[in-house]
């Protein structure tokens, strides 16, 4: 007998399941052959129960399952349970749950206790689908016969021998169970269940459909209970707000620099602060959670928990008072931090987390950019649950407006949409009872009492077997995606080594060799009469000690400029959305902190944005015009760590400031001199295309497509503007340069003679 009582809603639930599976079972009594047990089955034996996460869907389906099991109840099955969890971490948690509220239930060991004759009405062994399904045989143990127990496929035949029916619990597994042939075979085949309950908070009609297709289910029962029944009854709470930063509009030169990861964990623990505060004016002895959702990896590979600790330290957070656990790193167990009041914050990664329950949590914060409403039901149950301590308070309504919500803040305001459709998907379930099926009806055939299904009220005079929908199985997973486009299978190439080739800085120095013999074809082309010998081209005057000096005087640091130095805040809109009712909405101005790691890459970017200037060098002497400009000029005696910190939020707002006044000194510090002498000849092919104005009068055969089109352009030049063209090649002693405003030297394709 179950040690806790239910709810109303509960009980109703509890109470219109045993119905429904009670008059299935009346009507098996009266008939033997397997053929009527499966249309029995297939029409009043498989029940679906949707309740919002914390409505008490483990007490419901635990309740259905004890008192259906108990033999003082003529139409109670002796029965069996299987109960399946979506996920192996799970299974231990449903086993301790059900050992400590279902006397009438006994947990059975799947390993070791496969044995017929020692079974009970009310034995459940509680397992996953990949326990028992698995496509690798060598990890399917519990389908091989041992010493001392029977492969499963010999179990469940001998239960039935002996008088036992098969039940099937099912939490959350309807998402997974039609993706797995190997599942499917074995629900159908091999357990081929008289009773099935479905457990979700997550109800969706497409998988529901899948699912009665694949088990061969002619009815499924509803039972849904509605969020307001368990808020009624104090076991949820009334709402969950979602908080969301809008960031200024992009021309706003600090909106990408602005943590808003560091802004939602701050606001976070400031809602876990007023809490504690709250509960401790109502003098309940209770330590609220936060809990803190993150990616395992951060970027770059960075550790995710370790950024996200050392966060939470910085906001003041207790070190002691921090737990976590992510699929690569369990260091705590999710069941003992839900209980320890010492932890205060848990750090989760998602996909561990599933289905964790945390009665104390109030506040999560989520660090993860994601838009499914899956992961918005998975967010909103985190909260959602009343601790038993306030379930009185919440009865009454006498709790403060503060402990009578959950709290969400979102990094990444696109998540909202996400848990919105999740409180729509939540909103959408309202509570409403399954009526029995009728279309089973016992007949006796031939001296023979079996069950006929029967259609639109007519029955067979002939015996009409029940045939079960049609599943077609499906391979998943196994092949090679052989669709893919043919470029995504070709070998990779080298950005660098492939398409940029090597060259030399100092190409002046390069000597042409006095003589070279002809290639077999080819001939001279004299360079043509009237086309210079020199031409002028420009470097930087290499060997200039004070460029860097010049560029920091020349950086305008005016007053805005200075300013924006000692910036630590910038203000963006933080939006809260009540997700159940989402006509509440409240839009605000606060001050958000910026991001000391975005600004220190951006500022690295632009010290070594120019090749040509030792970027210690200059982040040298700009910190010192800046410590004279902030303490010297303007008094503010600022620490050598403060002045490091406006150089590298000026670098970061203001990139254009060091780019400005390097083009500025360019113009000075550049040259211009004489090249070498053009070649007298080149050589190339006897056939190649002739050019009257071109410096040799050839088209020269490296010029691409559109280089080409450009010098027949030239040669057709009817108004007499072009007097010669010359083709000029890069970095050779002959080549003419131009500096550009960033350092670097640009060769033009083509030299023009005009009239």
Known sequence: MSIISPKGYQEDAVDNALEIFRYAESQMKQTGDDQSRRAISAHNGLVLL?????AGKTLMAGLIAETFSRNNHHHNANIVWFWFTPFVNLVEQAKRALRKDFAGLKISDLSTERVAYKANSGDVFVTTWASVAARNADTRILRKTGDLSLSLDEFIPELRDSGFRIGVVIDEAHHTFTKDNEAVKFYRDILSPEYTLLITATPDDSDVDKFKK?????????????????????????????????????TDKGQAIIDIELTALKDGWETQLRIKKELANLEIRLTPLMLVQIDSKGKAGEDAVEKTKERLIELGVPEEAIAWYTADDPNDDLSVVARDESKEVLIFKVAAALGFDAPRAFTLVSLRSTKSIDFGIQVVGRILRVHPHLQAYAVTRSLPEMLRFGYVYLADIEAQGGLIGAADKI??????????????????????????VSHNGELSLLSNPYIPPAWKETQLGDKENTSAPAEFK??????FEDFILPSSSKTEDIKQPSYRPLIMGNRNYPLQQGIPLRFKSERIMLGTEDMVKQIVVM?????????SGLRKYKEVTRQTISIF????????????????????????RVLFEAEFIDPRELNEELFERLKSEYNKHRGLGLSEDEVENALQMILALYPKLIRNATNSCMAQLKEVYDTAELPIEVEASSSIERARLGSYGIVPSDLNETERKFARLLEVDTGNTVKWWHRNEDRKPHSVGIVLPNGHRYFPDFLIGVN
């Open 50 to 54: 949707e309740a919002p996460t914390g």
């Open 214 to 250: 694949a088990a061969g289910i002619e009815v499924i029962h509803k039972i849904q209970v509605s969020r307001e029944s368990a808020v009624d009854e104090g076991l949820i709470k009334e709402a969950v707000k979602s908080i969301a930063y809008l960031l200024p509009d992009t």
């Open 427 to 452: 909103n959408a379930i309202q509570t409403q009872m399954s009526a029995i099926s009728p279309n089973t009806i016992i007949v006796k055939v031939a001296g023979q009492t079996e069950v006929q």
């Open 490 to 495: 070709q070998e990779s190439v080298s950005l």
């Open 555 to 563: 950086a305008k640091l005016d007053d805005a400029v200075l300013n």
């Open 581 to 604: 009712n989402q006509s509440e909405k409240l839009v605000e101005t606060i001050q958000a902190r910026l991001s000391a790691n975005e600004v220190s890459q951006r500022a690295h």
